[in-house]
Structure formats: structure tokens, C-alpha cells
């Protein structure tokens, strides 16, 4: 697979998020149309083929944790917009600080429930998958499931149901109910037989799509890393 020998010449124990995505992006997991920029200037220029809304993020092999460093802005209603957080960006201390690769400017997804799906590897069962809801839920409340790869589709919709906050996902306290079907197929192109997780298992330490945004119709990852063994 060339995304990860590329990563492996370079020395790098991670994908990239640009290399993260194309990953996913062939095993068909929906992610939003991009372009990378090296700076403010290029912006006009290379974002002419993208819809806005937009959201640009630093790239840096520094910086893990993109929102933490001031390196994320959402909403860009324009070439404009994105430039002056560009040029915001560069003054953060964190992002002043790293090595940067470039900002990536992509399309907003379609809003809905964040969802974070995992892959780990287990040394006795091998390649796992797991499915939480994002934000709190993952973070605080540790409400997860966990299933040996590879997964069927019905253990994908038991590994949903299995949530302590899956009433969220049907709509509770006025939501909308989110496609449980998009989060099932994103789950079995990453876990499932032909999935990412089994295909590269030799490769592949850790993934970490965070967050998948579900919306009523569809599923997008807009947040992916995965760690090489
Ligand atoms: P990090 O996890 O490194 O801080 P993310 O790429 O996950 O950065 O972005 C932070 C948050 O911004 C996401 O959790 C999501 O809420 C929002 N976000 C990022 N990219 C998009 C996008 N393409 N569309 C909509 N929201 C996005
Ligand atoms: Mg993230």
C-alpha cells in the first residue's frame, strides 16, 4: 500500500491526516473534498473547487491535538475568511512553535451526532474495532464497544445498540435520529472482512477516526489517524 510505505520511507509512525483520510477514502468511508495550502496566499488560488462552508486546520507532525493548539476554525464562509485564520493561526504560540506542513481547507460535513470509531490491536485476538459516541461520551463516560475484527453487519448494529447512548442516535430530547445504517457501513469498511483494520493488520498499530460526523443521511470522517506498528 503506497500511503504506507510512503509514511514508512519518511520515517513517520503515524499517517498523516491527508494520508489518514486517502486511506479511508479507499475503503470507501466518505471524506470531506480538500486542499492543502502552504500558506495564507495560496488560498485564492487553491479553493477555488471546494464548497464553502469551510474548516482549515494546521498539518504539523508536532501538534497531535489540532483544537488544543488553536489550529482548528470551522464555519469559513469564504477565501477571505480562511486567509485571516490562517494568518490567526501562524500567531498561536503552539503553532508558531511547530514545523509546519501546510493548512488544510475542507468542506464542512453535513451537521449531525460525532462519532469516533477506533481500531487497536489486541496481541492475543488481533485486529478490534470499536464505536463510541463522540465528545463526552468517549471521553468522560467511556461509553464504548468493542468487537474482534472481523465484524458482520449485525455486529455492527449490536455494537450500536449496546451503547448507553444510543436513544441519542434515534433522535432523543429533539434530535434528529442520525443514519444508524451509514454509521454500520463505515464501521464494516473498517472492521469487516475486506475492511482497513484486517487488510493492513501488519501494518497498522492504532486507527482513530475522530470524530465521523453522522448526519441523517450519511456519514463523513473528518478526523483520522492511524499509528504504524
Ligand atoms: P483535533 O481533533 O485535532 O482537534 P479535528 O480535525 O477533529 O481536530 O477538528 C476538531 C473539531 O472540529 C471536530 O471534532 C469537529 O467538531 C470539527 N470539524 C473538523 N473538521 C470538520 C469538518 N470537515 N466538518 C465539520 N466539522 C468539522
Ligand atoms: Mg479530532
Redesign the pocket.
Known amino acids: 500500500m503506497k500511503l504506507i510505505a510512503e509514511a514508512r520511507k519518511q520515517n513517520r509512525s503515524a499517517l498523516d491526516e491527508q494520508a489518514g483520510k486517502a486511506l479511508l477514502a479507499e475503503f470507501g468511508v466518505a471524506v470531506?473534498q480538500s486542499a492543502m495550502v502552504a500558506g495564507a496566499d495560496e488560498v485564492g488560488q487553491k479553493t477555488k473547487s471546494l464548497k464553502f462552508p469551510v474548516?482549515v486546520?494546521v498539518m504539523s507532525p508536532d501538534i497531535?491535538?489540532?483544537?488544543?493548539a488553536g489550529g482548528?476554525k470551522?464555519g469559513l464562509q469564504s477565501a477571505a475568511e480562511v486567509e485571516s485564520a490562517i494568518r490567526a493561526m501562524m500567531q498561536q504560540p503552539a503553532i508558531a512553535a511547530a514545523r509546519i506542513d501546510g493548512f488544510l481547507v475542507?468542506?464542512?460535513?453535513p451537521p449531525g451526532q460525532?462519532m469516533v470509531i477506533g481500531g487497536l490491536r489486541d496481541p492475543q485476538f488481533g485486529p478490534l474495532v470499536m464505536v463510541g459516541l463522540?465528545g463526552i461520551f468517549v471521553e468522560v463516560l467511556a461509553d464504548v464497544s468493542f468487537r474482534i475484527c472481523p465484524i458482520t453487519r449485525l455486529d455492527a448494529q449490536e455494537m450500536l445498540a449496546e451503547l448507553k447512548g444510543a436513544a441519542i442516535l434515534k433522535g432523543a430530547r429533539g434530535r434528529k435520529a442520525v443514519s444508524q445504517d451509514a454509521i454500520v457501513d463505515a464501521l464494516l469498511k473498517v472492521g469487516g472482512e475486506n475492511g482497513l483494520l484486517l487488510r493492513h493488520a501488519a501494518d497498522i498499530k492504532e486507527a482513530d477516526i475522530?470524530?465521523l460526523?453522522v448526519s441523517e443521511s450519511g456519514a463523513?470522517a473528518?478526523?483520522a489517524r492511524f499509528i504504524l506498528s
Open positions: 470531506p474548516v486546520k497531535l491535538h489540532k483544537s488544543d482548528v470551522v475542507e468542506e464542512m460535513a460525532e463522540g475522530n470524530p460526523i463523513v473528518v478526523d
